[in-house]
């Protein structure tokens, strides 16, 4: 008998399923309204929070997320400093309160989802989900319907991996290489930012030397002071890291 509560019984990621679609109504009224929110962090893990250094930040992200055709540069809704940097919520003028408050119950569901880790504002726990490290979020209510999307997909793959039930046209986990192993160890000691680049440089693990590495700097500390770009590489290398732990149980080992 359905009392309201059976999809969520039936199907182990209808939590996030459910989010991915509100964060794609909000999306689209979005567009439909001409209007965004975004968010923009700065990484800094030696940050020293003054007016001034928060003046300047918040400089940057208006130029940062100036939108076009337009030309409207965004209205800072709030800032905040987490251990890395400075992080900031962006909207345009046509973001209603009613808008930015749907936007934020969403996020703060989200959070709950996520099992309602302490130490952070709900609201902005969320955010910093989206963002990572030294990452911006153009479309922060598209971002987060995608994000929702692959917890509902991590969700249902879990939930397969306890049934022992494989999962239709999901290829055999490939163990991790004696490289991603390495990087794995750092990885769960937990540190974030240039720590973790300069955890990753003593454990003795060098860039690749293919794609935007090809030209850069030889080690992790370095690539990370070098350019955005290779911090959002580093970044998206732990998560794939990670995902490939889950899938092939190092995780939990």
């Known amino acids: 008998m359905d009392r309201g509560h059976g ?56 130029w940062a997320t100036l939108f076009d055709p337009h030309g409207e540069v965004p209205e800072i809704v709030e800032t905040w400093i987490t251990k890395e940097g400075y992080s900031c919520l962006l909207k345009t003028q046509a973001v209603s309160a009613d808008f930015l408050d749907r936007f934020r119950t969403l996020a703060t ?66 163990p991790l290489t004696n490289r991603e192993q390495k990087l794995w160890e750092v990885i769960q000691g937990g540190t974030t930012g240039l720590q973790y680049c300069r955890e990753v440089d003593h454990a003795g693990i060098a860039p690749p030397r293919k794609g935007i590495w090809k030209e850069g700097p030889r080690n992790y500390e370095g690539a990370y002071k070098s350019s955005d770009q290779l911090r959002h590489w580093i970044q998206n290398e732990k998560s794939k890291i990670r995902r490939k732990a889950e899938l092939t149980g190092a995780l939990s080992s």
Not at 18 to 37: H, K, P, V, Y
Not at 115 to 130: D, H, I, N, S, V
Not at 134 to 142: D, M, N, P, T
């Open 7 to 62: 999809t969520t019984e039936q199907h182990p990621g209808a939590i996030w399923r459910d989010l991915r679609d509100e964060f794609m109504q909000l999306e689209n009224q979005a567009l439909a309204m001409s209007c965004t929110l975004s968010v923009y962090h700065e990484a800094d893990p030696e940050l020293k929070p003054t007016p001034e250094a928060q003046a300047t930040f918040e400089k940057n992200a208006r």
């Open 109 to 174: 569901r989200a959070w709950f989802a996520l099992g309602a880790p302490k130490g952070a504002e709900p609201f902005r726990f969320w955010l910093q989900e989206l963002i990572g490290s030294g990452l911006l979020v153009h479309r922060a209510c598209k971002t987060s319907a995608t994000a929702c999307s692959q917890r509902e997909r991590e969700a249902v793959e879990n939930a397969a991996k306890k049934s022992g039930l494989p999962l239709a046209g999901q290829p055999t986990p490939q």
